[in-house]
Nanobody
């Protein structure tokens, strides 16, 4: 069973930076991790894709392009999200997602709060 553990959330002022990390355990064949990514959900809103990486190709939501960078450490089965120039509208619970053997797995979520 794949389990995801996220870390790095917190409270930051607008313009600041945070780095989220997600470590996947229970992965026996890392080449079958098809994609890794980050989603977020703000209060009263639907969960939305923030960034993903699939076969080395990255994809970003328009709202975070130029500010966020996703990266993957294949040897450690981890994915990171470097978030710079944070804005109050980035406030949300951030969820790690891994697609492994065509199944989606989710982390428990980590809160990111950006104060103005």
């Amino acid at each position: 069973q794949v389990q995801l553990v996220e870390s790095g959330g917190g409270l930051v002022q607008a313009g600041g930076s945070l780095r989220l990390s997600c470590a996947a355990s229970g992965v026996f064949f890392r080449f079958r991790i098809d994609a890794m990514g980050w989603y977020r959900q703000a209060p009263g809103k639907q969960r939305e894709l923030v960034a993903s990486i699939r076969s080395g190709t990255t994809n970003y939501a328009d709202s975070v392009k130029g500010r966020f960078t996703i990266s993957r450490d294949n040897a450690k089965n981890t994915v990171h999200l470097q978030m710079n120039s944070l804005k109050p509208e980035d406030t949300a619970v951030y969820f790690c997602n891994v697609e492994y053997y065509a199944r989606n797995y989710w982390g428990q979520g980590t809160q990111v709060t950006v104060s103005s």
